[in-house]
């Protein structure tokens, strides 16, 4: 089973920038697509960012495209998610997921990962 640690979050100000970050307990460069959601309070699970295991494709949200960007190190078997340009409407729990995948594909459904992270709280004051 692989656990997911998030880390990064903060309470910062509009047009800040932030950097999150995931650690996977084990090496996530054996085929695993990662991703990033958020959930802000009331809401549902809103896909941000994904990226393949290969680093070679990745895909954002509407909401975030040009301001986020998902990278990954698999060597330190941790992927990020820089934020900038941050909006108060980014203010959310942010969590990283995982999921087994040998042909690379990319997967914006939270139901379709298989293992998550407990979350990081990011706040954005204006």
């Known amino acids: 089973q692989v656990q997911l640690q998030e880390s990064g979050g903060g309470l910062v100000q509009v047009g800040d920038s932030l950097r999150l970050s995931c650690a996977a307990s084990?090496?996530?460069?054996?085929?695993?697509?990662m991703g990033w959601f958020r959930q802000a309070p009331g809401k549902g699970r809103e896909f941000v960012a994904a990226?393949?295991?290969?680093?070679?494709?990745?895909k954002y949200g509407d909401s975030v495209k040009g301001r986020f960007t998902i990278s990954r190190d698999n060597a330190k078997n941790t992927v990020y998610l820089q934020m900038n340009s941050l909006k108060p409407e980014d203010t959310a729990v942010y969590y990283c997921?995982?999921?087994?995948?040998?042909?690379?594909?990319?997967?914006?459904?939270?139901?379709?990962?298989?293992?998550w992270g407990q979350g990081t709280q990011v706040t954005v004051s204006s």
């Open positions: 997921a995982t999921k087994a995948d040998n042909l690379a594909r990319i997967w914006i459904t939270a139901p379709n990962y298989d293992y």
């Open positions: 084990e090496r996530t460069s054996s085929r695993y697509t």
């Open positions: 990226i393949t295991w290969s680093g070679g494709t990745t």
